[in-house]
């Protein structure tokens, strides 16, 4: 079982900056790709990010859906069982309740929602004009 919780949502302003946090316990942190989606109101959940390790690399393999690449990074902390992701230059269509999603192994692959084996309660982020 893994436990999943989301923080660092909030309001920003279009061009803003916003870093959410992901905190796992449970399972071996690594042995999962960790994700962020979004949903919108009125809109499927969609895929923002993802990363996923190797045992040969410690620092993780990101890959990100076309809307956020260059504006998202996200990152992980092993030690702390955190994923992260740094939000920049922010949109309003960024607008959306974030959620981290864990997926049992890596490969780059991790995209789609219904791939996720656990989940976190969300955190809004809410950017405006």
């Known amino acids: 079982q893994v436990q999943l919780v989301e923080s660092g949502g909030g309001l920003a302003q279009a061009g803003g900056s916003l870093r959410l946090s992901c905190a796992a316990s449970g399972r071996t942190f690594s042995s999962y790709s960790m994700g962020w989606f979004r949903q919108a109101p009125g809109k499927e959940r969609e895929f923002v990010a993802a990363?996923?390790?190797?045992?040969?690399?410690?620092?993780?393999?990101?890959y990100y859906a076309d809307s956020v690449k260059g504006r998202f990074t996200i990152s992980g902390d092993n030690a702390k069982n955190t994923v992260f992701l740094q939000m920049t230059t922010l949109k309003p269509e960024d607008t959306a309740v974030y959620y981290c999603?864990?997926?049992?192994?890596?490969?780059?692959?991790?995209?789609?929602?219904?791939?996720?084996?656990?989940w976190g309660q969300g955190t809004q982020v809410t950017v405006s004009s």
């Open positions: 999603g864990a997926k049992y192994g890596g490969g780059g692959t991790y995209r789609l929602p219904n791939e996720a084996d656990y």
């Open positions: 990363i996923w390790w190797s045992s040969w690399s410690s620092s993780g393999y990101a």
